[in-house]
């Protein structure tokens, strides 16, 4: 059942994503310009995604650091294949512009949010208490 609730706050992260693309595209990029635009769209993905951690970490109930590492690494996988299939298959780009993608050019902070969406699930749940450190 935690991997349903985990693939659904995925969703949601998703849809920030592209309310967060439209809010760049639309808005960012013309009062901002490209660069600033790309660096305050990912630091503001990134709270996004942390934010959507810490408040439905604990409906997840995933149990434990490894588990809620394999939350992480299932919104990972999720949003590459969401990335690069929305890229070939809808957009039509090549791989060459795909992968332009995750590097640091121009502002552009993805690789930072692909990080994030690897460890704000185990972040989020250390942050509520749910995974205590053991006494030494």
Known sequence: MWVLKACAV??????CAVLNGALREGW???HLGSVAAFVASGLILSMCILAAALLLVT???AAGAGRYGLVGLIWLG???AFE???GLFVQDKTWPQLLGAYTFEGGNLWPLVLAVTFFAPLLAARLRGLLVRPIR
Do not use: A, K
């Not at 995925?10 to 849809?15: D, E, N, S, T, Y």
């Open 84 to 86: 690069f299939g929305f």
């Open 10 to 15: 995925w969703l949601l992260i998703l849809v």
């Open 28 to 30: 960012l990029v013309p």
């Open 78 to 80: 999720l949003t590459l």
């Open 59 to 61: 409906w997840m109930r």
